[in-house]
């Protein structure tokens, strides 16, 4: 069991968001007793090749929240995403709300700071952020108490958001058919992901889990929710009893054969800056492109 202060007896209304483009599932969150909320993961499009971004997806989450007189609190990134932008600047500035990642964005800032040769002017200290979380803090949504775990591997600065009944895994996990994330980007570690996912799994049998991503393995349809029961005893790379030799040696050949992310260039310049676009000296929103460094 965990030592995390699980309250299995508050259940929040979860909304799910798939976005085709990035198989990405975003979240708006609902304390059962008030009209408060958070948004996990979102989405900003960007149409790479024309250089165009645009805010369909954040405008969907918005419009949601307003229709249903929701009260925005938390913004929450469960850790800098590779394969996505985020749009939590845009929604901030529509509806309000903190923006919190883990207190390690600052190691993801350092490393890949220096990929993207960024300036003294560039902050490394997490300060685009409004809350940095460590190990078990708690917050609220509203009257429903949330809080954060420690998960690296996938990247150095993952983490795991329990509210209630609820857990948002970020990239830690994917549905049991889907297994696990990659652990080879800069700061990744096979070994440090499956003492995560441990972690994880030590939540009570019955919280619900929520993926960031789904790829629909084997044509099955997209999904999202599962519960940790079901992902210790079905989940392909860790489930029935798998140990953590065998899933290094899993993870570490997975990995040398993947592709890097589609969005990978433009999604960690965005992201490590809490989803606003870099600009160049004259403030217009510039992309770099790093060579043979990635």
């Known amino acids: 069991m965990t030592d995390y202060p699980v309250n299995l007896e508050t259940k929040p209304v979860v909304q799910a968001f798939f976005d085709e483009a990035t198989n990405t599932i975003s979240y708006i969150v609902k304390d059962p007793t008030s009209p408060a909320c958070a948004i996990v993961d979102s989405v900003m499009d960007i149409d790479y090749a024309a250089g165009r971004i645009t805010y369909d997806h954040a405008d969907e989450l918005i419009r949601q929240i307003q229709d249903q007189g929701l009260r925005l609190e938390w913004i929450i990134e469960t850790h800098v995403h590779a394969d ?22 600052m190691v993801v800032q350092d490393t890949f700071g220096k990929v993207f040769n960024e300036g003294t002017e560039f902050q490394r200290d997490g300060s685009q952020f409004d809350a940095l979380f460590d190990d078990g803090d708690t917050y609220m949504v509203g009257n429903m108490q949330a809080f954060a775990m420690y998960t690296p591997g996938h990247t150095p600065a993952c983490m795991v958001h329990v509210m209630g009944d609820a857990a948002f895994v970020g990239d830690t996990l994917f549905m049991p058919d889907g297994g696990s994330a990659r652990a080879d980007f800069p700061g990744g570690d096979a070994g440090t992901l499956y003492d995560s996912i441990q972690k994880v799994l030590a939540l009570p049998d019955e919280t619900r889990l929520f993926m960031c991503h789904d790829y629909g393995p084997n044509g099955r349809d997209i999904a999202w929710q599962t519960t940790v029961a079901e992902e210790k005893a079905q989940n392909i ?40 676009v870099p600009t160049d000296g004259d403030g217009n929103p510039m992309l770099k492109v790093p060579v043979n460094t990635l």
């Open 237 to 276: 790379h860790v489930g029935g009893g798998k140990t953590k030799e065998e899933f290094v040696k899993f993870r570490t050949e997975r990995d040398a054969v993947l592709d890097m992310p589609k969005l990978i260039i433009p999604s960690l310049q965005v992201n490590m800056r809490a989803g606003e």
């Open 84 to 105: 996505h932008l985020s749009a939590a600047p845009y929604i901030q500035e529509k509806l309000g709300g903190k923006i919190g990642i883990g207190s390690k964005i």
